[in-house]
């Protein structure tokens, strides 16, 4: 899949008839100096300006096409993200009309240069090229409000977090500021801007850890405040990669938060993705209570699950599930070889 941060700026109708008429115009007074005296020069120069501008406004269309994913490319997981961010009907539509643009384009072009080739009077070269260069214009005119879309579209895709789905991944799930950007630092080393308030991620940010010259991805995921009905952006991005991209959660739980953090942890046991607690911000607590908060959340993890307080351990946790699903993967690719 070809990265979202790489797609080209999306001007407006105006610069790109711009653009291709001057590209068109140049064309002639580079051509001008050794292929004026050619009988018919008139039909000659303009032959060459309506096929150069119509090749540039082709490949300026044809490029964004190229550049923008099609939807139907994509995996579940990026076209549940993308539609968090806009309208997925909306943008199909845009690159649809920037194809037919492209289409017609190429029509008229073809349509012109036939004409052309047969007339033989000046002035009716002149008004073929004036014909196809008022066409050329009117189609991109009427698509400006697709580029517009795009460009708004691309100002949202070029921050797009480049996930490797291929990878075990591991999703670091919890309320905002309980400490889960804290913990994915220590696990990775990344340099994360960690802040004393809520919402400090305000995308998927993506890590790794290093283990047997493999990579483990770890993606910490904006808080999820556990209101379905009233996600905002932030929170949408965190309950779809935890749903379809997770293949183990550690669940980070806040030792002094007050909040009802289990209502969330239980929505998120019933995902049915293997899980852990870590249980932050223990020091801050003392012993008897960190003891009994521990117990509390056994309870309701159940026998399976771990229950962590410190990162070492949540590592430990990360490695050996990643061992469990690597064997399985190992053992997919031997049965399909076979």
Same mark, same amino acid.
């Given at each position: 899949m070809?990265?979202?941060?790489?797609?080209?700026?999306?001007?407006?109708?105006?610069?790109?008839i711009?653009? #291709?008429?001057? $590209?068109?115009? !140049?064309?002639? @007074?580079?051509?001008a100096? =050794?292929? /004026?005296?050619? *009988? &018919?020069? +008139?039909?000659?120069?303009?032959?060459?300006r309506?096929e150069?501008?119509?090749?540039?406004?082709?490949?300026?269309?044809?490029?964004?096409l190229?550049?923008?994913?099609?939807?139907?490319?994509?995996?579940?997981?990026?076209?549940?993200?993308?539609?968090?961010?806009f309208?997925?009907?909306?943008?199909?539509?845009?690159?649809?009309?920037?194809?037919? #643009?492209?289409? $017609?384009?190429? !029509?008229?072009? @073809?349509?012109?240069?036939? =004409?052309? /080739?047969?007339? *033989? &009077?000046? +002035?009716?070269?002149?008004?073929?090229?004036?014909?196809?260069f008022g066409?050329?214009?009117?189609?991109?005119?009427?698509?400006?409000?697709?580029?517009?879309?795009?460009?708004?579209?691309?100002?949202?895709?070029k921050?797009?977090?480049?996930?490797?789905?291929?990878l075990?991944?591991?999703?670091?799930?919890?309320?905002?500021?309980?400490?889960?950007?804290?913990?994915?630092?220590?696990?990775?080393?990344?340099?994360?801007?960690?802040?004393?308030?809520?919402?400090?991620? &305000?995308?998927?940010?993506?890590?790794?850890?290093?283990?047997r010259?493999?990579?483990?991805?770890?993606?910490?995921?904006?808080?999820?405040?556990?209101?379905?009905?009233?996600?905002?952006?932030?929170?949408?991005?965190?309950?779809?990669?935890?749903?379809?991209?997770?293949?183990?959660?550690?669940?980070?739980?806040?030792?002094?938060?007050?909040?009802n953090?289990?209502?969330?942890?239980?929505?998120?046991?019933?995902?049915?993705?293997?899980?852990?607690?870590?249980?932050?911000?223990?020091?801050?607590?003392?012993?008897?209570?960190?003891?009994?908060?521990?117990?509390?959340?056994?309870?309701?993890?159940?026998?399976?699950?771990?229950?962590?307080?410190?990162?070492k351990?949540?590592?430990?946790?990360?490695?050996?599930?990643?061992?469990?699903?690597?064997?399985?993967?190992?053992?997919?690719?031997k049965?399909?070889?076979?």
């Amino acid at each position: 899949m070809k990265g979202f941060n790489d797609l080209p700026e999306i001007s407006d109708a105006n610069t790109y008839i711009s653009i #291709a008429f001057e $590209r068109a115009k !140049k064309k002639i @007074k580079n051509a001008a100096n =050794k292929d /004026k005296a050619k *009988e &018919k020069w +008139f039909k000659v120069s303009e032959l060459i300006r309506v096929e150069t501008a119509g090749n540039v406004l082709s490949s300026r269309l044809g490029e964004i096409l190229d550049s923008f994913p099609k939807i139907d490319e994509l995996s579940e997981f990026n076209k549940e993200l993308l539609g968090c961010f806009f309208s997925i009907r909306d943008y199909k539509r845009s690159l649809a009309r920037i194809a037919n #643009a492209k289409a $017609r384009i190429g !029509k008229i072009q @073809k349509e012109i240069l036939r =004409k052309l /080739k047969k007339t *033989e &009077k000046p +002035f009716e070269s002149m008004k073929l090229r004036k014909e196809a260069f008022g066409r050329f214009a009117s189609i991109m005119r009427s698509i400006d409000n697709a580029f517009y879309n795009l460009e708004q579209y691309r100002r949202s895709l070029k921050d797009f977090p480049l996930v490797k789905e291929e990878l075990f991944s591991v999703c670091i799930a919890g309320f905002p500021n309980v400490g889960k950007s804290t913990l994915m630092k220590r696990l990775s080393g990344a340099n994360i801007e960690i802040n004393n308030y809520s919402f400090t991620t &305000k995308k998927l940010l993506i890590n790794f850890i290093k283990y047997r010259e493999q990579l483990i991805q770890l993606i910490d995921t904006p808080g999820n405040l556990d209101r379905k009905d009233k996600m905002n952006l932030i929170e949408k991005q965190a309950d779809i990669a935890v749903k379809k991209l997770a293949n183990f959660i550690v669940f980070v739980y806040d030792a002094t938060d007050v909040r009802n953090q289990e209502g969330l942890l239980i929505k998120t046991i019933k995902i049915g993705k293997p899980l852990c607690v870590y249980i932050s911000k223990t020091d801050l607590i003392d012993d008897v209570k960190a003891g009994a908060l521990k117990e509390k959340i056994k309870k309701i993890v159940g026998k399976e699950s771990l229950v962590l307080t410190n990162p070492k351990d949540v590592e430990d946790a990360i490695i050996s599930e990643f061992n469990k699903w690597l064997g399985k993967e190992i053992k997919k690719n031997k049965e399909r070889k076979s």
